[in-house]
């Protein structure tokens, strides 16, 4: 019975606590908190204001002013009575609008406005906050973050670039079927380089855009680090071809270290480049990898011709000093390769 | 030289010069001398021609099996006509094949006993002359008078040496003698006045099988033929002599010692700006056997191959080695109609023939097969080895046989592994 005579008239939704009038402001005058915001729900200003009636316009008599030129010189007030804030229009031409926790908006003149609502006057929104407004828990550093600040360092950057050239070099040099002078290696590895820096610094240019910090250095560190990450991942990968039979489950598993290396590195891209919530980030990283790789594997599959006569095999060989596995003799060679006319006249029969 | 072999299909244009003695033969022969030609069923136009000639009274007319493949393969799709000196043409049936030797047997409806070839009881003497009959081109039969020059040196399955003009069309025609018996039946040229003739023993065989029991199912007879074939060739393979030869005094490698087996070798001794040294020793049989227009078998191949580092890293050498060994592939040719795609398999082997010895060779070994969809029980194999013990150096092994059964092809991958090694 107590809690019904209590405070009747204060608005109790969730998220909101209802200030105890005993020790609070008097009751005409009220603390509002106003927050231009982007269409994106981005924040441009905050106004904290300690008064019972905020007026709104473009002209220089409002409490906020707001050059937007579809907005009135005086649009609208805000007055807090009862406790509680209204909205008035004051005859706009384009009239206000107020969209209550991303619910429709509705025309809005004389109505009450909570916690969290948003203002929409010509093109521009107001969010309108009440001091009691719950904030979001404090996020802890992540142990990236110290690994970011690490990598970040120019030192770190320069040496994660010098590692990614010296290993495009080494790359071009293997491919080459001919004499190779060192200038030319140097120039391949630097354009290889420059091409592989696109990425990190498409990154920061989009988190410079959609008003983030750029945080080129710690990008450009990131990358080329997975980079070199990836690179040694193909090492392994034929290091193991060379060294076990095709059919070995290692195989399986270190082609997917790629996967999860290139998951890694758009994560923490996405990490350093973007404030947004765990899983929007979980969700984007998944995305870009699936298309990375799912569109590798299509590009491959709609090339695949539909008869191929030219037999595939594991061909990867290396100088004996990557030699790790045992050899067999040619007995056990001779009952596994009879395995295969097996298959072979099942894959005659089957089109 | 190589010979290099085409089934008579090129235009070949000559004027023959037919002696009073040609002419007479051509007169008294023609009426058992036919065009055969293949129609497409469902254009009504013809896909291909050749020759034939009659061999028995009762409408057995012999000719290439290559003249009517794809009837054999495909007799869906096809059928086979005779034209005969008349301008006559009629439907005839595929009777019998011997697709080892390139021969076929068809037959015509006859109403009264007909005049035909005799097959001849011996062979030619060297020097012979002889006269190949047929229609090259479609331009109408001819004679052309040539010489007999014995069988074909080194030849797995025997074939008349024949020096004078076969041309495409000609395929199936009679080769006769001074007496009009047939001696032999035109199969292929090499050009320039060589031309190849399937020895009439062959044909004699064949008329005589046929006479005795008929074949009921000529794709049946086919892989017969085929699986017996391969046996015969394999066993010989297996077992006969394996010298072991050097290569570039670094390796050794088997010299198979069978005359239908001939070895090449090349070098990139004089090469001074390579990186890599190498030579390579290559044998092969010089004959395979044609199913269809898209489809050969019987081929053998065999290749050895060793390189040498010439200021050179150990990883640069094996990146540069890769590459030698990643595209190796089949011997003949074949289509999705005919053949699965290759079933492969790889890993690391040490021969124990030479294990623990200096001779040990360690090697990567790829084995791949293919099975033939229409004669179960064949395949086509491709085994690739690759030394991994050498920093500097290296050694490929590698061979491909076509249309072998898995007994046989295990049998010789067993030997054949065991016979490569260091020096």
């Known amino acids: ?351 | 030289m190589k010979a290099f072999f085409t089934l008579v299909f090129i235009l070949f244009s000559s004027t023959t010069f037919a002696t009073e003695q040609a002419e007479e033969i051509f007169a008294q022969l023609t009426p058992s001398l036919y065009q055969i030609k293949l129609i497409d069923k469902a254009s009504g136009e013809k896909s291909s021609i050749g020759s034939g000639f009659q061999i028995s009274a009762d409408g057995i007319i012999a000719t290439n099996y290559h003249v009517i493949s794809s009837y054999a393969r495909h007799p869906e799709k096809y059928r086979i006509e005779y034209l005969d000196h008349q301008g006559n043409m009629a439907e005839v049936d595929l009777v019998s094949v011997d697709v080892i030797n390139d021969l076929a047997l068809v037959k015509r409806q006859v109403n009264n006993e007909m005049p035909y070839f005799k097959l001849s009881d011996k062979k030619p003497i060297k020097g012979e002359k002889l006269f190949a009959l047929g229609n090259p081109h479609d331009l109408g039969m001819i004679v052309v008078p040539g010489t007999y020059n014995g069988l074909k040196k080194e030849s797995f399955n025997e074939r008349i040496h024949f020096t004078g003009s076969i041309n495409s069309g000609m395929s199936g025609g009679p080769v006769v003698n001074k007496l009009e018996k047939v001696v032999g039946i035109n199969v292929a040229t090499s050009g320039n006045q060589i031309g190849f003739l399937v020895p009439h023993d062959k044909l004699v065989t064949l008329f005589n099988d046929y006479n005795k029991k008929a074949p009921t199912d000529i794709k049946q007879q086919m892989s017969a033929q085929l699986m017996a074939n391969q046996d015969k060739l394999m066993s010989a393979l297996i077992n006969s002599n394996w010298q072991s030869k050097e290569l570039a005094s670094k390796a050794l490698f088997p010299l198979i010692d069978v005359p239908f087996i001939r070895c090449w070798g090349d070098s990139n001794a004089d090469k001074k700006d390579a990186l890599i040294l190498a030579a390579i020793a290559s044998c092969s049989l010089d004959e395979n056997t044609y199913l269809s227009s898209h489809f050969f078998t019987g081929s053998v191949e065999i290749e050895f191959r060793y390189m040498q580092a010439k200021n050179l890293s150990d990883n640069k050498f094996y990146h540069l080695y890769q590459r030698q060994i990643a595209r190796a592939s089949a011997g003949n040719r074949g289509g999705k109609d005919d053949i699965s795609e290759f079933q492969c398999h790889d890993d690391l082997i040490k021969p124990a023939s030479t294990a623990n010895t200096s001779k040990e060779i360690n090697n990567k070994s790829i084995f791949c097969t293919r099975a033939y969809k229409d004669f179960p029980g064949l395949f086509d194999v491709l085994y690739l080895g690759a030394s991994i013990d050498r920093n500097q150096q290296a050694l490929v092994s590698h061979f491909t046989i076509a249309g072998v059964s898995q007994e046989n092809a295990m049998a010789f991958t067993a030997k054949f592994m065991e016979a490569v090694s260091w020096k």
């Open chain 1, 1 to 351: 019975m107590e809690v019904i005579n209590k405070i009747p008239n204060i608005h109790t939704e969730a998220g909101i606590v209802g200030p105890s009038t005993d020790n609070e402001l008097p009751e005409q005058q009220g603390e509002i908190i106003i927050e231009e915001i982007t269409r994106n729900h981005k924040l441009l200003h905050r106004h904290r204001l300690n008064q019972a009636e905020v007026s709104i316009g473009r002209d220089y008599h409002n409490d906020i002013i707001l050059s937007d030129p579809h907005i009135c010189p005086q649009h609208l007030s805000l007055s807090f009575s009862n406790g509680q804030w209204q909205l008035n229009d004051k005859n706009s031409v384009n009239g206000t609008r107020l969209e209550k926790n991303n619910a429709v908006s509705q025309d809005a003149n004389q109505q009450a406005i909570n916690d969290g609502d948003v203002i929409l006057i010509g093109k521009s929104q107001l969010r309108v906050i009440f001091k009691t407004h719950l904030v979001e828990d404090t996020i802890a550093f992540s142990p990236f973050e110290s690994l970011i600040d690490f990598i970040r360092h120019p030192v770190a950057v320069f040496i994660s670039i010098a590692l990614f050239m010296l290993i495009a070099g080494n790359i071009s040099y293997l491919n080459q079927p001919t004499e190779l002078n060192l200038s030319q290696l140097l120039v391949s590895a630097f354009s290889m380089s420059l091409l592989f820096s696109l990425w990190p610094a498409g990154v920061a240019l989009v988190s410079h855009l959609t008003k983030h910090d750029p945080r080129i250095l710690a990008q450009l560190g990131i990358s080329f680090t997975f980079f070199i990450l990836l690179w040694l991942s193909d090492f392994l990968e034929e290091i193991i071809s060379f060294n076990f039979a095709s059919n070995s489950i290692l195989t399986v598993t270190v082609s997917l270290l790629p996967i999860g290396l290139a998951f890694s590195l758009f994560w923490l891209n996405s990490y350093i480049g973007f404030h947004v919530s765990a899983k929007r980030r979980m969700i984007v990283a998944i995305c870009i990898t699936t298309l990375l790789f799912g569109g590798s594997y299509l590009n491959q599959y709609s090339k695949r011709p539909d008869f191929n006569p030219h037999p595939q095999y594991n061909s990867t060989i290396m100088a004996p000093s990557y030699l790790i596995a045992p050899s067999n003799n040619v007995d056990e060679f001779l009952k596994q390769s009879n395995a295969l006319f097996e298959q072979a006249n099942n894959a005659a029969k089957q089109d």
